[in-house]
């Protein structure tokens, strides 16, 4: 291993050295304020294993993500081999694939030696990333961003050492309750199987409830049409099929997602690893490589339970996507509703829905996911009266969409340009997947639709191609820049939990948990509301706009809603 000092200016300070052991070679360096490196998730996990933490770090392929995408390249290899290749004009090499994830298993202490440089070589990689920075659009927030984007790497690396805590003996118990007797064999359990006799007995024909076609197929023979078996359809049907087939499409999702296999495939010495990857999609959310740690269903978060004497504080950020937008805006009187300690969309009702807060909740959120035809042309009409700078804000960003030009979060993450983000599921993208969700959050669920609905967005493309990507641009804007918040409220949550037991055990876009002794509680909460002040100063500016975290300190997950 090749180490050198850098000075302020990015170059070399002193001689290279070589380092048999990287661990012991960080040891020996305790004042080191920053270390570079080509990427966290080769090098880290090998630290954390030998007991070694590094305050802070730049990561240079999470960089290079990130100025592509600022320079309209979104989709080139990102690798420091690619990023050198295009520096000195030869053939760019792919991304090496992406390693499988490994159920249940920390990461890999050893990995293959991948596109890994010669430390000369990687020093010319980041003293040209440095000059990309200082001609980007805005280069302190694109500075500020990659600085954000590598401490979220840190936190992810800790995460998947660390893992949720999880009781086996508390998921096998929920699983009897809810699935009954597990038959050998693999087959369903007790429980579904009966639901699927009732459901046939309903239509007076076999049926296997878990071939959607099976069941339209079987309405469709009892003289009603549906298009789907999704939830919300199907509730609207007057049929004796429909309750228990509810029932089964529920406890099945529970046995196929987070079932005996699963326990036996991800939990592990007490702990689920579920292996977060930090800015994975397009917008800058997380994703998880496998365990589908993203999507816990509620009755099976009883099994997240704290360790003996210790606490999971467990922080929801309240109505976060509009008080994002209001800093972004800059709309006065947005950012003075956002200020309030008081219910966000409480306040809009009253100043512009006549105190109805469904109908202000719509609004706005159909502002920023695209509501804007039907009932939400009138809303969007009437929060653009009372809120103009906030509207025509989202407004210009699906117009920029619409024409295929690059779109920015706050910081400087950008969407890609008409060809690169179709190519994402709506899991990639950072959009919400869950096909039951509630009516608050359809246009969202509509503007993830829309978005995976077509393989590219190209220029010359129909125009409702040119509108999806609008609309996805319009939530790009709101989504991405609370993204970057995010990354800044865990590397300030990070930073204060240091010198604490407690320790970041899981994220997901506005949900953080600490698991920490029950002493340290109250400490760990007074730190996520300095860090949520202290990360919207820093993304932001100074704004009047406060991000409040709704708190619960519990023994068991499922306890914190």
Not at 220 to 227: K, M, P, S
Not at 313 to 341: H, K, N, T, W
Not at 362 to 376: E, F, N
Not at 412 to 430: L, N
Request: some cysteine; glycine content about 8%; charged content about 25%.
């Amino acid at each position: 291993m090749e180490l050198a000092a850098l000075g302020p200016d990015g170059l070399p300070a002193g001689p290279v050295t070589r380092e048999p052991d990287l661990a012991e070679a960080v040891r020996a360096r305790p004042g080191v304020a920053r270390w570079v490196w080509r990427s966290t998730a080769e090098v880290y996990p090998r630290l954390l294993a030998a007991g070694v933490r590094v305050e802070r770090c730049y990561d240079i392929e999470s960089a290079e993500a990130l100025l592509l995408g600022h320079e309209g390249r979104h989709g080139e290899p990102r690798s420091a081999a690619a990023a050198l290749a295009r520096l000195r004009g030869g053939p760019v090499p792919p991304d090496p694939p992406q390693r499988p994830a490994a159920p249940g298993a920390q990461s890999p202490l050893f990995e293959p030696p991948g596109d890994r440089l010669p430390l000369t070589d990687l020093l010319e990689v980041y003293a040209e990333q440095r000059r990309r920075h200082d001609k980007a659009e805005h280069p302190d927030r694109m500075r500020l961003l990659t600085a954000a984007e590598s401490a979220g790497t840190l936190v992810a690396a800790e995460m998947n050492h660390v893992g949720l805590p999880w009781r086996a003996d508390v998921h096998r118990a929920v699983l009897h309750d809810l699935l009954g007797e597990r038959y050998a064999g693999g087959g369903e359990p007790k429980r579904l199987a009966e639901l699927a006799e009732e459901i046939s007995a309903a239509f007076s024909r076999r049926v296997r409830p878990d071939l959607p076609a099976d069941v339209i197929r079987a309405f469709a023979q009892a003289g009603i049409t549906v298009r789907s078996t999704r939830r919300r359809e199907l509730a609207a049907v007057d049929h004796p099929a429909v309750p228990p087939l509810l029932e089964y499409k529920r406890l099945y999702r529970i046995w196929v997602a987070h079932g005996w296999s699963w326990l036996q495939d991800w939990v592990h010495e007490g702990r689920f690893r579920p292996e977060f990857q930090a800015g994975g999609t397009v917008t800058g959310r997380w994703v998880t490589h496998g365990g589908g740690a993203l999507q816990i269903p509620r009755v099976i978060r009883r099994a997240v339970v704290a360790d003996p004497g210790w606490r999971l504080v467990v922080a929801d950020a309240d109505q976060m996507e509009p008080r994002v937008l209001a800093a972004i805006s800059r709309d006065p009187g947005l950012m003075e509703v956002a200020g309030r300690a008081t219910d966000l969309y409480q306040e809009v009702s009253d100043r512009a829905f006549s105190g109805d807060r469904a109908q202000a909740k719509l609004a706005v959120l159909g502002a920023i996911y695209g509501q804007t035809s039907g009932d939400g042309l009138k809303n969007l009409a009437a929060l653009r009266r009372r809120f103009p700078r906030a509207v025509a804000y989202v407004d210009e960003a699906a117009r920029a969409g619409e024409e295929g030009r690059l779109v920015r979060t706050w910081l400087g993450r950008t969407c890609p340009p008409a060809r690169g983000a179709g190519d994402a599921s709506a899991e990639e993208a950072g959009l919400p997947q869950d096909p039951d969700a509630t009516a608050t959050t359809t246009a969202t669920a509509a503007a993830a639709s829309d978005e995976t609905g077509s393989p590219e967005w190209e220029p010359g493309r129909a125009s409702a191609d040119a509108r999806a990507r609008g609309r996805f641009a319009r939530n790009f804007v709101v989504q991405g820049s609370a993204a970057d918040w995010t990354l800044l409220l865990l590397a300030a949550l990070r930073r204060a939990c240091a010198g604490l037991r407690a320790e970041l055990v899981f994220f997901q876009h506005d949900e953080v948990i600490v698991h920490c002794p029950a002493q340290e509680a109250d400490t760990v909460v007074a730190a996520i509301a300095d860090a949520a002040a202290l990360s919207a100063r820093l993304t932001f500016g100074d704004t009047p706009v406060r991000f409040p975290f709704t708190t619960a300190v519990v023994e068991c997950y499922a306890d914190a809603k």
